[in-house]
């Protein structure tokens, strides 16, 4: 006879004294781990739970400004730096640019750069200085230290104008800097000229844009509803599309450089494939007013946008509904907005004079995680993904609170879709067969592009 | 054209020339011989070897290069030299690494933690979303491999049990068992002799480590049964016909002649639960907390017992209910009946989830393996049967036995243990997945008094009887798995570590309504369902919701809506539908036609009779 019993050792499974860790011996044989999916699917509805219940996104308030916030520029080089201009209409006597620490969230540096509107700031690529333009018809450029002790604050250079400038960007390589306005107006820092000025059409240009990966391309967008492309290497536009509202903003992705996104009058955002202007990529829809600016996040996976509806919304580039809408009841309309270079926050600035500071990721706790801490919200982030299509799931990760006004707003643009849809429907239906053609969403806003 | 090797380049691209005149360096610890027993060696030229080290090997498809890491038979051992020549490599100290490579995993260990259903075709979908499935399959296919690389570093075997030759292990007593074991695990046979308080049932807690009995005169006590520190002991002076360990060691519910009671460790009665009257048998299931009781009155009760609600109560409509039991892997209870039945239970449907005919004459007892895979019923009619649970529920084999089995127990590796009056019997089978054979009998043991409780302990070599006699522990070989899981069920948990054990548990409580017989299911794709939805709503209402109501047409406004023109307006839209349809079924016509129509076949004159 030959037998064996089990007999362990309890030594090998206690620990031996106090001051040790605990023995954990495992096995993962799937007889003694049952009811292994039911018992993730409860794991991932708490941490769906979980995710609402930290969502606290709002992390501060920077005022000071004594006029609402019209543009905001990041830092290239320091990630706590953030400039703001205002548009501050009374002559001279308050300072309408300012520019901000973030960790201490104090303005550590105010410039009266204009009289009136501060329309557009933008920072040189090194971050050594940076530029502005107002309503006066200059563009200045200011160190970014400020004055020494003593000294009068004074820009390093002015440029006078002939025409009101609406809008600046700077080449993200070189010495050179873009003006918008009646023309498109292409500058090197050291002349007091521009190299070259562009236009297509009269109306005047809000907005222009350099692209980061193929630095020598521009975008810009008029008030005669068109979305104009230019090489900077040569002396002519390249093509623009028309669309059915005016546009107010562009932004290219950061990592894909033909791609970018227009912030539209008609409440929605457009990505175009610059190749292929004629259809948008994707219609991103759920603001309830206009947008008035966005921006890309440096991962080039998600943007930001600002809106009048007084909220802002976060997108992914790859779909047409909103994943986030951040909103508060002191905030007004949004003029401008930023993401910020490490890609964990956003800035927008409004209306009531304020910069707001909110996270991107609603639900991320902030400051440094222990390793414990990082695996646990990694496995919740999976087992989300995985039950992530399972109806209860879905409806609390999706469920936001919205002011009454955007949720109004929200049902009656239902309402009115739906009638627009069901007359389309009708007359599709009462004309001869073939004779009236149903337009995509998509198609249906693009008017014409023009090579 | 010669170059001085430098210290740093490892292979010189030249080499292979000069190989010949000069030597290679040599450490002095070397023998002389290597060089040339590498050159004798079965392996491939040098040259080649070399130019398989230089290019990265790419794999062509990731399913093949898994298939490969996946030894097809158990590994035989191989001499060094044949396993070194397929592809030694060199680390760069020149030493070579006899095992290259990841270690060769068995096919049946990773059968085993094998997740998806290969024969299952994948639903049709769009590419993208059906990129995703099969990214997410060959993903949960390496998962399972290297769960079955971990399989090698668990430190316990199984217990076994071998007669020499021609011996017959059931002729083994347990006298012999305990003489020739260590001290340890012979201390883990013993009886108690209570024959005051009648028979005994008994119930193991989770870990193992506790033993919790109840005589039929009401005696309840539990105890540490490893170090036999006693809990508590108590006479609740009234019958008790049942006994169970809730969650943890520190809650006891006990069926007593007329209500449920539930008792901490201390022996101090916490509930008397008057919903729950007249219980014959209690099961918990631990995953979603419900303690679910089968009475006399022929209800199946769910206590969710975290709560203290009660979740369901079905009624079986099949008489006094007094064989119960669970199926570990999905939860599914399962009540013998006396004519002859089994019915599968879950709180979520009022109707069984499934009856199955097992025996002609009443179920005296049921009990299904830790896999979930088989069932074992035995009847009034001296049967024992095996079931398969997988979907068909067929018997897989059956004997007679002299006396009939009175009471079943699975232990966790397979081994089947039956009482039949005084004498326990035990079957073993070929491994854990697989039924127990029931020829002949893998150890048998006599004991004072009549079976009344079984049941075998978890993680310990060890089968719990209790008996009118009071209780016996009988030592099995090979019964229990070896590793248990230390954030599972540790029989070696502190306080400390059963309380946070419990509040994970608590926290990732199982709904109620999850119980079903694939508990899988959650976890597929959900193809039919939305068909079937539509189809049950249709019966339950009569009528189909989503259909359009017939058009009614809005009456105009100052007078202008007079009958006629209403009459006309209907009679128009309806004269429209009917339009409709009559063009949709010339369209189908006219496709089944084409459809029909032989390709290519010439026309016939004879056509123009074909009806």
Sequence with gaps: MKVKMLSRNPDSYVRETKLDLQRVPRNYDPTLHPFEVPREYVRALNATKLERVFAKPFLASLDGHRDGVS???????????????????????????????????????????????????????????????GDDKTVKQWKMDGPGYGEEEEP??????????????????????????????????????????????????????????????????????????YDMRQATPLKKVILDMRTNTICWNPMEAFIFTAANEDYNLYTFDMRALDTPVMVHMDHVSAVLDVDYSPTGKDFVSASFDKS???????????????????????????????????????DEMNIRLWKANASEKLGVLTSREKAATDYNQRLKEKFQHHPHIKRISRHRHLPKSIYSQIQEQRVMKEARRRKELNRIKHSKPGSVQRVSEKKKRVVAVVK | METVPKPGSRVPPKKDKLQGKKKKPRRYWEEETTPTAAEASPGPPRKRKRNRELRPQKPKNTHSTKKSRISKKPQVPKKPRERRSPGPQRSLSGAQDPFAGPAPVPVEVVQKFCRIDKSKKLPRSETKIRSQLEAAEAQEEEISVKAARSELLLAEEPGFLEGEDGEDTAKICQADIVEAVDIASAAKHFDLNLRQFGPYRLNYSRTGRHLAFGGRRGHVAALDWVTKKLMCEINVMEAVRDIRFLHSEALLAVAQNCWLHIYDNQGIELHCIRRCDRITRLEFLPFHFL??????????????????????????????????????????????????????????????????????????????????????????????????LRG?????SARTLPQGAGHLAFSQRGLLAAGMGDVVNIWAG????????????????????????????????????????????????GAAEPNFDGLESNPYRSRKQRQEWEVKALLEKVPAELICLDPRALAEVDVISLEQEKKERLER???????????????????????????????????????????????????????????GARPSALDRFVR
């Excluded at chain 1, 104090?106 to 509107?117: L, R, S, Y």
């Excluded at chain 1, 292409?186 to 109306?203: A, K, L, N, V």
């Excluded at chain 1, 509904?321 to 905030?331: A, F, G, L, Q, W």
């Excluded at chain 2, 068909?392 to 897989?396: A, N, R, Y």
């Design chain 1, 312 to 350: 802002i919304r976060i997108f992914p580039v790859d779909k047409s509904r909103s994943r986030e809408v951040y909103h508060t009841k002191r905030m007004q309309h949004v003029i401008c907005v930023k993401w910020t270079s490490d890609s964990k926050y956003i800035m927008c600035g409004s």
């Design chain 2, 430 to 477: 070929q491994g854990k997945a697989s039924p127990p054979s029931l020829e002949q009998p893998y150890l048998t043991h006599r004991l004072s008094g009549h079976v009344h409780g079984l049941q075998f302990c978890p993680f310990e070599d060890v089968l719990g009887v209790g008996h009118s006699g009071g209780i016996t522990s009988m030592l099995v070989p």
């Design chain 1, 156 to 229: 390093l250079h002015t440029i006078l104008g002939k025409t009101v400038y609406t809008g600046i960007d700077h080449h993200w390589k070189e010495a050179v800097f873009a003006t918008c306005g009646q023309q498109v107006d292409i500058w090197d820092e050291q002349r007091s000229s521009p190299i070259c000025s562009m236009t297509w059409g009269f109306d005047s240009i809000s907005s222009v844009k350099f692209n980061p990966i193929e630095t020598f391309l521009l975008g810009s967008c008029a008030s005669d509803r068109n979305i104009v492309l």
């Design chain 1, 71 to 133: 543009c905001l520029a990041k830092h290239p080089k320091s990630l706590a730096t953030v400039l703001s201009g205002a548009c501050d209409g009374e002559a001279s006597v308050t300072l309408n640019v300012r520019i901000w620490n973030l960790t201490k969230r104090k303005c550590i540096h105010m410039i009266q750069a204009h009289e009136g509107f501060v329309r557009g700031i933008c920072t040189r690529f090194c971050g050594t200085s940076f530029f502005t333009v």
């Design chain 2, 541 to 599: 209402l009569g009528y189909d919701p989503d259909t359009k109501p017939p058009f009614q047409p809005k009456p105009k406004r100052k007078g202008r809506s007079s009958t006629a023109s209403l009459v006309k307006r209907k009679r128009k839209v309806m004269d429209e539908e009917h339009r409709d349809r009559v063009r949709q079924s010339l369209e189908q016509q006219l496709q089944k036609q084409e459809k029909a129509k032989p390709v």
């Design chain 2, 291 to 388: 303690l679910a009781t089968a009475s006399e009155t022929g209800f199946l009760t769910y206590l969710d017992v975290s709560v203290g609600k009660i979740v369901a109560a079905l009624n079986a409509r099949a008489g006094r209910l007094d064989v119960m039991t669970q199926n570990p892997y999905n939860g599914v209870i399962q009540l013998g009946h006396s004519n002859g039945t089994v019915s599968l239970w879950s709180p979520a449907m009022k109707e069984p989830l499934a009856k199955i005919l097992c025996h002609r004459g009443g179920v005296r007892a049921v009990a299904v393996d830790s896999t979930g895979t088989h069932m074992a019923t035995s009847g009034l009619d001296h049967q024992l049967k095996i079931f398969d």
């Design chain 2, 392 to 396: 068909t529920f067929q018997p897989l």
